[in-house]
């Protein structure tokens, strides 16, 4: 039965497809009116095909950065019966990339695009952020996985966990295209914002969560000061360590490690950045 389906519609393409291009007459077109159900086959393949390649899939959001990836998940939880969504600032979110309701109840949801397993800092950030931003729930979206530990202090807590494996279950909903949102897409931020989101990106494909607890333009020199509050057990050390890999990420000339910074327990970052840039009142 498939091989006459098949065969019928490789008929129906040749004939019809030799009609138009000969210029056929409508008398003529009646004719071939019995082969058009067979063309639906091509046809459904041919849309199933674009479909796929549009939607999409846990390799593309592997390769996201941090912020492309919110708008991902934003876009995933649209399909997936959530409402009334908003994708917070890039820094100072308090914990919270994205606030959406689902079922009369507000979550408050931390997105992590991780290449190694989440610590329980990512479930503390959004347990932060809960109170901030009136939500009843809270939960952490990843690509990746959780540690033990991670888990544990987020069942005492009352926070879902959505893995690599119910981010797997949550794209098989249709309507889910691939429309992730590129630098050339996105809204302009002030410099301020775009540095300190960049600062927290960087680390966290180090494995290191950061928390940006505020910025100052330093005008005698010129620079932008950071200041960050690294996860319990992290090493100034290791931060100094990785300045110069931080400088080649956001392109700036160099990257100054400052310990103690203005705040205590806070770890600053002078970062090169002239005037002209800066959105000053």
């Not at 009136?134 to 979206?141: D, K, L, R, Y």
Request: proline share 4%.
């Amino acid at each position: 039965m498939l091989t006459i389906l098949l065969v019928g519609s490789a008929v129906a393409s040749y004939k019809l497809a030799g009609f138009f291009c000969t210029g056929g007459d409508r008398p003529g077109f009646y004719s071939y009116i019995p082969y058009l159900p067979f063309l639906s086959i091509p046809l459904f393949f041919g849309m199933t095909v674009i479909r796929h390649f549009g939607r999409l899939t846990l390799k593309k959001l592997d390769l996201m950065e941090g912020h492309e990836f919110e708008y991902a998940c934003a876009n995933i939880l649209k399909a997936n019966d959530f409402k009334d969504i908003e994708v917070t600032k890039g820094s100072g979110d308090f914990g919270v990339d994205i606030i959406a309701v689902k079922k009369h109840r507000r979550y408050a949801v931390q997105c992590k695009r991780y290449d190694k397993k989440l610590n329980n800092s990512a479930v503390q950030e959004v347990i932060g952020g809960l109170a901030y931003y009136g939500c009843e729930v809270g939960a952490v979206m990843t690509n990746s996985y959780f540690t033990a530990a991670a888990r544990k202090l987020a069942e005492v807590n009352g926070v879902e966990l959505w893995d690599r494996d119910t981010l797997e279950k949550m794209l098989r909903k249709r309507g889910i295209k691939d429309t992730s949102r590129k630098a050339a897409d996105t809204p302009d931020i002030p410099p301020e914002s775009y540095c300190a989101q960049t600062v927290e990106e960087f680390f966290a494909g180090q494995g290191i969560a950061v928390e940006t607890a505020g910025t100052e333009y330093l005008e005698d020199t010129c620079e932008l000061l950071i200041e960050i509050i690294p996860e319990t057990g992290v090493r100034i050390s290791d931060i100094r360590a990785l300045a110069p890999n931080l400088a080649a990420h956001g392109g700036w000339e160099y990257v100054t490690c400052v310990f103690p910074s203005h705040t205590p327990g806070t770890v600053g970052l002078e970062i090169p950045l002239e005037m002209d840039n800066m959105d000053k009142e």
